[in-house]
């Protein structure tokens, strides 16, 4: 593994990931204060570093090695180790081409045998119902025999392939790769929507999520989207406003605002460069159409 000494004993190697970190953070301050192409740098950086973490903290589970990515599972649960790697091979190209990612290594995955333990890895409650999570290079799902209903082996496989997270997750990750960092919550989590609608048919339903109530505002959800009280309606604001940009401006019009992002631009500069329209316009056409796509799902 680049930038791992392989002889080098377990305490060592926690000591240097735990200064590289801790010099990571006293530098944090001061990296705020430096041009945007310089904080995504020191970014690229520190999330190089928290994968390597990763596969050295997980070094002892097994291992599958696909063409793209690493696979690190817990004995005896292979079965599902191979579905999750034949999902993430699948979903792989036709996200990767369409976004311009290129990765230089193997994407590592981990799967984790219970919901304790892949919420136990982020400090989150017992009660939190994620099936996949991508931080830091490092995509992170649940076991699908946690959740998944089927027991034919046939729609068992099904079930994941078209309700499992790799689509979703990987987009994510090749987000943040194609621009270093410099997105916005809601963009991110618009696209990883999107894609996974197009590539499996799943789309967010909430009861909570209907249009016909207050919208938050876009710089609302730039700012506080974890925080905001119905996350329901914020997820799926982030869907439409992306789903918007593809129908109406086409495909290449995403694409083009990770590049504007990609050159260190904030996305209300990113947006109305490639669209052609300011960020006040953008807001109100979206929700309007919208609220249109609303209704005519109703009929």
Do not use: C
């Not at 696979?71 to 034949?86: F, K, S």
């Amino acid at each position: 593994m680049p930038g791992i000494v392989q002889n080098t004993d377990a305490a060592g190697m926690h000591r240097f990931l735990g200064i590289t970190l801790a010099a990571f953070i006293v530098l944090a301050a001061f990296f705020v204060k430096l041009p945007n192409a310089v904080r995504s740098a020191a970014y690229t950086v520190f999330r190089e570093g928290l994968k390597q973490k990763a596969l050295w903290t997980t070094r002892h589970m097994e291992t599958l090695n696909g063409e793209h990515f690493i696979v690190r599972y817990t004995e005896g649960n292979e079965a599902d180790a191979q579905l999750v790697l034949a999902a993430a091979e699948k979903f792989y190209s036709p996200i990767a081409e369409k976004y311009g990612y290129a990765g230089r290594s193997k994407i590592p995955v981990i799967v984790y045998p219970s919901r304790a333990e892949l919420n136990r890895n982020f400090g989150w409650q017992a009660n939190e119902s994620a099936m996949g999570v991508y931080w830091t290079g490092v995509i992170r799902v649940l076991s699908p025999n946690v959740w998944v209903t089927e027991e034919d082996p046939h729609f068992y496989r099904e079930e994941f392939m078209n309700a499992g997270p790799m689509a979703h997750e990987f987009t994510h990750l090749v987000v943040d790769y194609v621009t270093a960092g410099n997105y916005t919550r809601w963009f991110t989590e618009g696209i990883a929507q999107y894609e996974e609608y197009k590539l499996t048919g799943f789309e967010f339903q909430d009861m909570e999520a209907s249009l016909d109530q207050p919208l938050y505002r876009l710089d609302e959800m730039d700012m506080y989207f974890d925080n905001l009280p119905n996350q329901p309606l914020a997820y799926r604001q982030s869907y439409l406003a992306v789903r918007y940009v593809a129908e109406v401006y086409g495909e290449a019009s995403i694409k083009n605002i990770l590049k504007s992002l990609a050159q260190n631009n904030k996305i209300d500069r990113a947006i109305p460069e490639v669209l052609g329209v300011k960020m006040e316009t953008f807001e109100k056409n979206y929700q309007h159409w919208s609220r249109e796509q609303e209704k005519l799902r109703k009929l």
